[in-house]
């Protein structure tokens, strides 16, 4: 059974860089799938930020694309996202997902989510 | 970007009653639609994929029909259970997009 855990911190400054990490249990980040960040602001819907696979391809909603990064770190079994440039917008609970088989393509693995606040 | 509209937006049934969420896409997307359930406080749950598909362990209560831009989540008994909001994704380009989400409740 495929796990996902987020990890990072809570609270981030105006104007700084949001870091996450999502450690992968139960199964390998090598496998045939992408690996998805999706956030979700307080009280909304659910927003897609990008994804990546196992080689370091990646993809990005072009409404973030300036300001996002996501990495993956094989050895740790785990990927990472970087959102810099914060405001009080990107206030949210971020998730990260196993998008199912090579075409990226439904959320069949989700983290339980981790709010992030940006707040001075 | 593909734009997502759901309606209604919210509902109110009662249990056993039969509840019908629609979902539309701004062009054609064939069937690369899925179905998630978000309970209060928690990640969503994939319910169905592929439009149709209905995710293994998920109760057969649950079904989804449609292609191209229109498709139709159904729960066909609804239970106690079931109240959460629900939200269709596409797949079909990117980026991925989510629909904006059906709260169901209890009447």
């Known amino acids: 059974q495929v796990q996902l855990q987020e990890s990072g911190p809570g609270l981030v400054k105006p104007s700084g860089t949001l870091s996450l990490t999502c450690a992968v249990s139960g199964g390998s980040i090598s496998s045939s799938n992408w690996w998805s960040w999706v956030r979700q602001p307080p009280g909304k819907g659910l927003e897609w930020i990008g994804e990546?696979?196992?080689?370091?391809?990646?993809n990005y909603n072009p409404s973030l694309k300036s300001r996002v990064t996501i990495s993956v770190d094989k050895s740790k079994n785990q990927f990472s996202l970087k959102l810099s440039s914060v405001t009080a917008a990107d206030t949210a609970v971020y998730y990260c997902a196993r998008a199912f088989a090579v075409l990226g393509s439904w959320y069949d693995y989700w983290g339980q989510g981790t709010l992030v606040t940006v707040s001075s | 970007d593909i734009q997502m509209t759901q309606s209604p937006s919210s509902l109110s049934a009662s249990v056993g009653d039969r509840v019908t969420i629609t979902c539309q896409a701004s062009?054609?997307?064939?069937?690369?639609l899925n179905w998630y359930q978000q309970k209060p406080g928690k990640a969503p749950k994939l319910l169905i994929y592929d439009a149709s598909n209905l995710e293994t362990g998920v109760p057969s209560r649950f079904s989804g029909s449609g292609s191209g831009t229109d498709f139709t989540f159904t729960i066909s008994s609804l239970q106690p259970e079931d109240i959460a909001t629900y939200y269709c994704?596409?797949?079909?380009?990117?980026?991925?997009?989510f629909g904006p989400g059906t709260k169901v409740d209890i009447k």
């Open positions: 990546i696979y196992h080689s370091g391809s990646t």
């Open positions: 994704q596409q797949y079909d380009n990117l980026p991925r997009t």
């Open positions: 062009q054609d997307i064939s069937n690369y």
